[in-house]
Nanobody
């Protein structure tokens, strides 16, 4: 089975930065997608940034040029560097994974395509 554990959330002021980490156990990186999705209060869960095992990454328009994915495959860890945070970025951030082909291509940021989820980490950005 696959287990995902997030860390790195917190509270920052607008314009600040945070780096989220997701540690994975189990063999998910072989032919899979991994990414970050978030849910704000009263809103549906949405994809933020994700990458597949070919290295193709996708970012939500709202975070392009501010958020960056990176991986340390030796540690089975996925990172999300979040810069210039805005109050609209507030929410619970989940690390998620799925095996291809369910999650590839245009589905890379689709929450419904992911079937392995971490417990989430809270990000709060104040104005």
């Amino acid at each position: 089975d696959v287990q995902l554990v997030e860390s790195g959330g917190g509270s920052v002021q607008a314009g600040g930065s945070l780096r989220l980490s997701c540690g994975a156990s189990g063999s998910i990186y072989g032919d899979a997608c991994v990414g970050w999705l978030r849910q704000a209060p009263g809103k549906e869960r949405e994809g933020v940034a994700a990458i597949d095992s070919d290295g193709i990454a996708s970012y939500a328009d709202s975070v392009k040029d501010r958020f960056t994915l990176s991986q340390d495959n030796t540690k089975n860890t996925l990172y999300l560097q979040m810069n210039n945070l805005e109050p609209e970025d507030t929410g619970r951030y989940y690390c998620a994974a799925a095996r291809r082909p369910a999650c590839g291509g245009k589905w890379l940021l689709s929450p419904a395509r992911y079937n392995y989820w971490g417990q989430g980490t809270q990000v709060t950005v104040s104005s």
